[in-house]
């Protein structure tokens, strides 16, 4: 297990119940609605998550009472909107164990996970001068990833390689989709100069052994890029504990708004690496030839910024730290192993991922015997029972599972037993309706 894994045994963690489940549910006006004729059951989070009222409310009170352009206006509604701005870094940065200059803001982990790649790329290119030639690769550097990763932190990589002739290699998985921890000490060697990898598996749910990477990375030298858009809206995460240079992940999957995400990095490699979008709010001086870039977070950040988004993500994170993210990591684990238990019992079903008692965030990954996910989705909709299918961007981890696709049941803190047991009485009954039996 992580260091950031949950630790529900902990007789000091008073874990959450169904009754506190059912208070907390009436923030989430959506779990209101009915779909199809039955109440919604959302095992859809692992896609995005559903937001309390208090975030959007956030956000409607910024446009009525702030809203203006930060960092660049000398008037007091530039001023105010800048304190809220730069106090959501600050809510946000705290929650994840990091400096508030270390957390750059991005539209999601997608755009974190390339500003890297596309910084690299320019590193590589000669740009940002003799600070930012740590970071340049070429001919002989290795770039290592692992056969869990989403396409968000693999498909960059693969792009970066290209554009400068480093290699790409990975760490696979066995037949279970777990990690070949035996293979990583020789697949990472003195040539790898970064080592990017899932802190969660978005499909199977499963917890990386960040420390055994780390330590791994660090003997050689590389640099570490955790991907925590799985981990940080389910498990306590401290960047500084887990001790990698670098984490993205996303504001949508932890009860925040869409079109913001996060990319944290130390601070003294932020401030050495080149920019990877330009234009306005990044400078210190500007001629008709060149450009002198702020320091970080400043530097990534072009643009006028996402500044509604900033604020109801630190909402959202506030909700979070009030229920405790011990608590909300304890209860998955309970949901989790009540679906995975109560799948592994119907015939026909095939549990994705490693065996019982692996350490997991509350998601079930499973196959119907000679049903298409598809179906199986459909049949679940049916019931107003919302689970995401398909390959969820991670076809090379699909394949290594011999599986085109999957149906992947994902819950977060608003999810009670309930809704679990709907769930496994919903798929016995898929099974009964397409006759399968085994
Ligand atoms: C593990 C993982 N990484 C990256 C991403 C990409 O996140 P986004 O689409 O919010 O950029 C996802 C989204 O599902 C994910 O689960």
Same mark, same amino acid.
Request: net charge negative; charged share 20%; with cysteine.
């Given at each position: 297990?992580?260091?950031?894994?949950?630790?529900?045994?902990?007789?000091?963690?008073?874990?959450?119940? =169904?009754?506190?489940?059912?208070?907390?549910?009436?923030?989430?006006?959506?779990?209101?609605?009915?779909?199809?004729?039955?109440?919604?059951?959302?095992?859809?989070?692992?896609?995005?998550?559903?937001?309390?009222?208090?975030?959007?409310?956030?956000?409607?009170?910024?446009?009525?009472?702030?809203?203006?352009?930060?960092?660049?206006?000398?008037? *007091?509604?530039?001023?105010?909107?800048?304190?809220?701005?730069?106090?959501? @870094?600050?809510?946000?940065?705290?929650?994840?164990?990091?400096?508030?200059?270390?957390?750059?803001?991005?539209?999601?982990?997608?755009?974190?996970?390339?500003?890297?790649?596309?910084?690299?790329?320019?590193? *590589?290119?000669?740009?940002?001068?003799?600070?930012?030639?740590?970071?340049?690769?070429?001919?002989?550097?290795?770039?290592?990833?692992?056969?869990?990763?989403?396409?968000?932190?693999?498909?960059?990589?693969?792009?970066?390689?290209?554009?400068?002739?480093?290699?790409?290699?990975?760490?696979?998985?066995?037949?279970?989709?777990?990690? @070949?921890? =035996?293979?990583?000490?020789?697949?990472?060697?003195?040539?790898?100069?970064?080592?990017?990898?899932?802190?969660?598996?978005?499909?199977?749910? *499963?917890?990386?052994?960040?420390?055994?990477?780390?330590?791994?990375? @660090?003997?050689?030298?590389?640099?570490?890029?955790?991907?925590?858009?799985? *981990?940080?809206?389910?498990?306590?995460?401290?960047?500084?504990?887990?001790?990698?240079?670098?984490?993205?992940?996303?504001?949508?999957?932890?009860?925040?708004?869409?079109?913001?995400?996060?990319?944290?990095?130390?601070?003294?490699?932020?401030?050495?690496?080149?920019?990877?979008?330009?234009?306005?709010?990044?400078?210190?001086?500007?001629?008709?030839?060149?450009?002198?870039?702020?320091?970080?977070?400043?530097?990534?950040?072009?643009?006028?910024?996402?500044?509604?988004?900033?604020?109801?993500?630190?909402?959202?994170?506030?909700?979070?730290?009030?229920?405790?993210?011990?608590?909300?990591?304890?209860?998955?684990?309970?949901?989790?192993?009540?679906?995975?238990?109560?799948?592994?019992?119907?015939?026909?079903?095939?549990?994705?991922?490693?065996?019982?008692?692996?350490?997991?965030?509350?998601?079930?990954?499973?196959?119907?015997?000679?049903?298409?996910?598809? =179906?199986?989705?459909?049949?679940?909709?049916?019931?107003?029972?919302?689970?995401?299918?398909?390959?969820?961007?991670?076809?090379?981890?699909?394949?290594?599972?011999?599986?085109?696709?999957?149906?992947?049941?994902?819950?977060?803190?608003?999810?009670?037993?309930?809704?679990?047991?709907?769930?496994?009485?919903?798929?016995?009954?898929?099974?009964?309706?397409?006759?399968?039996?085994?």
């Amino acid at each position: 297990m992580s260091s950031a894994s949950p630790q529900p045994q902990d007789a000091h963690i008073e874990r959450l119940d =169904d009754l506190e489940i059912s208070r907390l549910r009436a923030d989430f006006p959506i779990l209101e609605r009915s779909i199809n004729g039955s109440a919604l059951i959302y095992l859809d989070s692992g896609a995005t998550s559903q937001k309390p009222s208090c975030v959007y409310e956030a956000e409607q009170h910024y446009y009525e009472s702030f809203n203006a352009a930060v960092h660049r206006g000398a008037h *007091s509604l530039a001023v105010e909107a800048t304190d809220i701005f730069e106090q959501a @870094r600050s809510t946000v940065s705290n929650f994840i164990g990091a400096n508030e200059n270390e957390l750059v803001w991005t539209s999601n982990a997608t755009e974190a996970l390339n500003l890297i790649t596309y910084s690299f790329a320019n590193a *590589s290119a000669g740009l940002g001068g003799e600070a930012a030639k740590r970071f340049a690769l070429g001919e002989g550097d290795e770039i290592v990833v692992t056969e869990l990763e989403h396409h968000a932190n693999l498909i960059p990589w693969q792009e970066l390689a290209a554009r400068t002739g480093a290699t790409l290699k990975y760490i696979p998985v066995d037949e279970h989709g777990a990690l @070949r921890m =035996d293979l990583a000490e020789q697949i990472i060697s003195a040539r790898t100069r970064v080592l990017a990898f899932t802190h969660v598996s978005n499909v199977l749910g *499963s917890i990386t052994d960040v420390s055994a990477l780390v330590a791994l990375a @660090r003997n050689v030298g590389a640099l570490t890029v955790l991907d925590g858009c799985q *981990s940080v809206p389910h498990l306590p995460v401290d960047v500084k504990k887990l001790d990698v240079d670098f984490m993205a992940f996303s504001g949508h999957k932890m009860l925040g708004p869409t079109g913001i995400g996060g990319l944290y990095g130390r601070s003294e490699l932020l401030d050495a690496m080149p920019p990877f979008l330009t234009g306005g709010s990044m400078i210190t001086s500007v001629t008709m030839e060149k450009a002198e870039f702020l320091p970080a977070p400043m530097r990534f950040e072009a643009g006028t910024q996402r500044i509604s988004q900033a604020h109801g993500l630190a909402t959202a994170v506030s909700y979070l730290e009030e229920v405790g993210m011990d608590r909300v990591a304890a209860w998955e684990e309970h949901l989790g192993e009540r679906m995975l238990t109560g799948l592994r019992q119907i015939p026909g079903i095939r549990v994705l991922g490693p065996e019982a008692g692996a350490a997991r965030i509350g998601t079930a990954p499973f196959t119907v015997d000679g049903v298409h996910p598809h =179906d199986v989705g459909q049949f679940l909709d049916a019931r107003g029972i919302a689970v995401r299918v398909g390959h969820h961007c991670a076809q090379p981890l699909h394949r290594a599972l011999g599986v085109n696709a999957s149906t992947r049941a994902s819950t977060y803190l608003y999810n009670t037993t309930s809704d679990i047991d709907a769930l496994l009485n919903a798929v016995a009954d898929v099974c009964g309706y397409f006759g399968v039996s085994k």
